[in-house]
């Protein structure tokens, strides 16, 4: 322990600042500083075992207290220097005495001054175990590292997930939603209590009913909200919806904190909403996840497993091709429907498909299903296209109307060139891409043979569907384009223009569903058929517009919440939506089903139950 001493004669600072051995001076003084700040503190850096253990031992109390967000496990720094004040001798005041000390002592005393777990905890942390507290939490097939922190306010507040970047995009929110099983049941006193106040109070008092229902649920079984929301109508017999459940009013430590990081283990983002980091990152994720899968793949065998670290011999593994790898023809064996990737001994599951590069297609190996079925239906149809390259240039030709379409077209900023590309498109989904797609070369030559008899007859039908609706986009653009800019009309007139703009982009073919697709025209007469009667009945509607409103906005905002991606459930809610419509503003269309303002509630129950 060093003190700085000055001297003074007469008044007069003689000296100041000079370095002093302050256990010479006031060795209980010195002894006491050397305790609480070398020892206790932790400011002295020697190799001695004790000192190691006993730290280490704290830095594990601190992680049960982070665990258990609690701040009462830990003894205070009081008890500590007690334990060392008592155990060593009386005239250790400084590090040098201590470790002369302690080498004599340790010989006959291994343990001396070594704490035990007991005395450093105030209680037993119940509860606190592997189990409830993992080191690593399942992700994507993946065991990520799990870390704990308890201090409000942080942005690392809670459980923090750290998670690679080739397996970003197969995390899913429902398993994330659990947390980890010793705080399901904080999460799941939280979530009741942010019910509105009718259902709430069945739950009185909700600690104990917290209590009860973390033991019902089966924890990582599908999504938390849905199990618990399920658990709560059969308690209540009442109507909750997902919503009633108010996650805004949530601690921010109840949702799952994700580090996400490269091969080097570089941190790329961080945070607690899933889906904004799969937009910021998802590219590179897919990226690094089709690096690890090798690309490109010679030969798929169902089930196949790629090493990713250590090499195997060809009769274990699929060859594996040059990135540039292409093909014109279906000589590339089996497609199974997934495969299996290994990485550092755990287990990945890739999406194997076709992919369209123009005059060829390859196999990539994705890690989203969704995007994988997509990409492979542009690449089959690119390869029936590589097979039929006589019937495709006599389409091209003979493709009925094409001119005149074209200049309607026009209207929508697309060109006669692309207009006969999509026609070809949809003609050629319509005859080769129906359900179940061919997985191996004879069912591939089997749809082909099948599909090449009817494509012609195929291309006309969906020539003769394209001119009807551009016929009448035309006729509705021209029909608002002429309606009188009163304040009413002129409601009414935007709200068209709006809904023309969402019906026909340039690439309504490609977007557009078959079925939907069919039920343009009557879409679009609709449009036509509602400015006719505006003229008679103003207030009717725009007081019809203002039932819809609410409706479309709804819409609208969880798609641009989901970032443009739909369901079943999404996209069958946006068709009813122009159901709706016809319903309001041109009943005598007539629907193909029942249509209101109910049903469309029950509709979005179903989205959001």
Known sequence: VVALERATLYGLVVYSGRKVNYGLVDPQAAREVFIREALVAGEWDAALPFLAANRKLVRQVEELEHKARRQDVLVDDEVIFAFYNHHLPHDVCSGYSCERWYRYASKSQPDVLKITQEELMRHQAAGITHQTFPPTVRLGGVDCAATYLHEPGHSHDGVMVTVPLFVLNQVQDEACEWLVPGMLQ??????????PQRPRSRFVPLPDSAARLTEILEFGQGGLLDALLKHVRDVTSLDIKRHDFKLDMLSPHLFMNFRVVDEHGRQLGQGRNLGALKAELGTQARGAFQALAALKIAAVVPHTSVESTTKVSNAEAPTLQDAGQTFTTWSFGDLPELMEIRKSGQTLVGFPALVDRGAAVALEVFDE????????????????????????????????????????????????????????????DRAFLLEPLPQNASAFEQRLDEGRARLTLIAQEVARLAALVLTEYATAARKIKDTKPTSLAADAAADCLQQLGRLMGKRFLATTPWTQLQHMVRYLKAVTLRLDKHRSDPARDAARLQELKPYEQRYWRLVAERKGVQDARLQEYRWLLEELRVSFFAQELRTPQPVSLKRLDKAWAQINS
């Open 186 to 195: 904080d999460k799941v006193l939280a979530l009741l209590k942010s019910l």
């Open 369 to 428: 299903p969704d995007l994988a079925l997509a990409q492979h239906r542009l690449g089959l149809r690119r390869l029936f296209a590589l097979q039929l390259k006589d019937a495709l240039k006599y389409l091209e030709k003979n493709i009925p109307d094409l001119q005149k379409m074209a200049v309607a077209y026009m209207q929508l900023d697309g060109t006669q060139e692309e207009l006969r590309q999509y026609l070809i498109d949809v003609a050629l």
